[in-house]
């Protein structure tokens, strides 16, 4: 099984900050690897796949890096509507996939 | 616009099966091969994949439910259903049906399990 080590779990920062969220896989995954925005009692929303393809609608201050391993989600100055908790997930094979274990991000 | 939706019992006693589907519009299940799933979050945690249904019938599923878990997908209704058998309080959650490659989910539903 892949495992998802998602860091860290959470996150204080202000409006206007840079912020850079890391999710390691327990084996190379290549580019298979999307990122999501939760906002409280709603469904997950599509951020990134692909590790660094940005979802169409989704401002550019987003933005996702990284390949085999190791990726990262950065924010480049963070807005009021950022403050949620971010997931990454692997799916290098449909028949296995598994998810990170969060990052809230809270205001500072 | 693909939309799904989740749709079930909100409540289940303890032991028993528990059964959601997952209707979708704006787009048919079998005209496309994509892969569909099932995914779970239970309150205040993280989120877990339950296992995903290919639009030909092949199933897959994470190995902890694997037992307990029959998921099938029923192309001249155009849904997909999740059946968890011998459910327990662990399994109180919201759940999620999406649709794969597309990342397409739906809105969810809280299922509790108590008696």
């Known amino acids: 099984d892949i495992q998802m080590t998602q860091s860290p779990s959470t996150l204080s920062a202000s409006v206007g900050d840079r912020v850079t969220i890391t999710c390691r896989a327990s084996q190379s995954i290549s580019s298979w690897l999307a990122w999501y925005q939760q906002k409280p009692g709603k469904a997950p929303k599509l951020l990134i796949y692909k590790a660094s393809s940005l979802e169409s609608g989704v401002p550019s201050r987003f933005s996702g890096s990284g390949s085999g391993t190791e990726f990262t989600l950065t924010i480049s100055s963070l807005q009021p509507d950022d403050f949620a908790t971010y997931y990454c997930q692997q799916y290098n094979s449909y028949s296995q996939l598994t998810f990170g274990g969060g990052t809230k991000v809270e205001i500072k | 616009q693909l939309q799904l939706q989740e749709s079930g019992p909100g409540l289940v006693k303890p032991s028993e099966t528990l059964s959601l589907t997952c209707t979708v519009s704006g787009g048919s299940i079998s005209s496309s091969s994509y892969y569909w799933g099932w995914i779970r979050q239970p309150p205040g945690k993280g989120l877990e994949w339950i296992g995903s249904?290919?639009?030909?019938?092949?199933?897959y599923y994470n190995p902890s439910l694997k037992s307990r878990v029959t998921i099938s997908v029923d192309t001249s209704k155009n849904q997909f259903s999740l059946k968890l058998s011998s459910v327990t309080a662990a399994d109180t959650a919201v759940y999620y049906c999406?649709?794969?490659?597309?990342?397409?989910w739906g809105q969810g539903t809280l299922v509790t399990v108590s008696s």
């Open positions: 999406a649709r794969l490659e597309t990342w397409t």
């Open positions: 249904i290919y639009y030909s019938g092949s199933t």
